[in-house]
């Protein structure tokens, strides 16, 4: 019998927790073989709903699911985790900006970047959701150096798979023959969902969203707002952020990442910047990725046209000014 893998979600008695831990204990994230130990951690006013989430998850009755550990202790909760999914923190309410949340998450991140930096696993993957993701990244980074840059990603596999609905939904073909979307930059509304390399399997071979969506205004304008104010969109009607699709999201990113992406598919990652594209080195952007061998690289070579380039930079510069908004929290750290 395999080795159980343990999984950390920290916020994990918040929605997204609550909608994801069962999705692991199920085997989606990891694969219907691989046993789980699950870790969660919340804080002390969550301790209550966190202990009710640990009896539904033993009510279950999961076949994967080995073992559960439920605490507000930092240090227990990252002891030997394979895999750390961060959910955990401050949440964006209706109403707030991005940069109101970004001060109270830096000492949180700091916290659990230094724990899982001393006590996780050697190789442990680490996957950011809180927002702002791309930037709670840049300061996990910061916290955890022992951590190798490769092992720290963000969430924006969300808007992934928003980009691949919006495009399936609108030549009326399945989500599933749609590939090669990429969402550029920002978990944000500057963020860059683009399907000039998409493709389209059908019946008659696989053909270029491209071609066969001639309107290309649509794919410049509402096409790319769409899928950028989809969360603001659920905030509205749900009076509560995405949490489901999120769930969902992490779980193919985490199970892309390390057991590979498809043969000629890439995906989208918020990964630490080479330099590729001419995106500033450093900045977690979300970039076209492949994995294999639990390691991604980014897609090189695609080509970029000017339309593409002024997106790109724009999101890009959103990332700069919140990456040193975060230094002046991190240097009072
Ligand atoms: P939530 O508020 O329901 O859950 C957050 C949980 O974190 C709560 O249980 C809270 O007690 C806990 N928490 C707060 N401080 C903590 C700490 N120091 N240590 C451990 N746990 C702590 O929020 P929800 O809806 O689950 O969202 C979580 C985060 O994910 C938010 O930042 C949200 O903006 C972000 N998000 C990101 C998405 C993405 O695509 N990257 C998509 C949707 C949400």
């Known amino acids: 019998a395999r080795a159980p893998v343990r999984v950390l979600v920290t916020g994990a008695a ?29 804080i002390e006013p969550a301790a209550e ?17 080995k073992g559960v550990v439920a605490t507000t202790d930092v240090v227990e909760a990252c002891k030997r985790v394979n ?18 949340v970004l001060p109270k998450n830096v000492p949180i ?35 955890a150096r022992s951590i ?15 980009t ?27 963020q860059y969902p683009d399907a000039s390399h998409a493709t389209i399997t059908t019946t ?26 989809r969360g603001d969109v659920i905030l509205k009607v749900r009076k509560l952020s995405s949490a489901l699709s999120a769930a969902s999201a992490a779980c193919d990113h985490i199970r892309d990442w390390l057991h590979g992406t498809p043969k000629g598919t890439w995906v989208s990652m918020g ?24 390691e991604w690289s980014i897609v090189q070579g695609l080509e970029i046209d000017e339309f593409s380039r002024l997106k790109m930079d724009a999101t890009a510069q959103e990332l700069i000014e919140e990456k040193s908004f975060a230094y002046s929290f991190i240097n009072q750290e």
């Open 271 to 294: 990964v630490c910047s080479d330099g590729s594209y001419g995106i500033q080195p450093g900045l977690f952007y979300s970039f076209p990725v492949t994995c294999e061998n639990e």
């Open 204 to 229: 008659s071979g696989e053909k270029s969203a491209r071609e066969l969506i001639a309107d290309q205004h649509w794919l410049h304008n509402e096409f790319i707002t769409t899928v950028q104010q």
């Open 83 to 100: 895999v750390a999914v961060m959910v955990g923190g401050f949440p964006c309410k209706e109403g707030m900006m991005r940069k109101d």
């Open 49 to 65: 709903a966190l202990k009710g989430v640990q009896m539904e998850l033993i009510d279950a009755a999961f076949p994967l699911l």
């Open 109 to 143: 991140y700091r916290a659990h970047a230094s724990a899982l930096a001393e006590h996780a696993a050697p190789n442990c993957k680490v996957l950011v959701v809180t927002n702002p993701a791309n930037t709670n990244a840049v300061i996990f980074k910061e916290f």
């Open 14 to 42: 918040g929605q997204i927790g609550y909608a994801l831990v069962p999705m692991i204990a199920r085997g989606i994230m990891l694969g219907p073989d691989q046993p789980i130990i699950l870790h969660m951690l919340d």
């Open 164 to 190: 691949l609905s919006q495009i399936a939904e609108r030549l009326n073909v399945h989500n599933s023959d749609v590939k090669n979307v990429i969402v550029w930059g920002n978990h944000s509304s500057t």
């Open 148 to 162: 190798p840059e490769k092992n720290i990603t963000c969430l924006t596999r969300l808007d992934h798979n928003r």
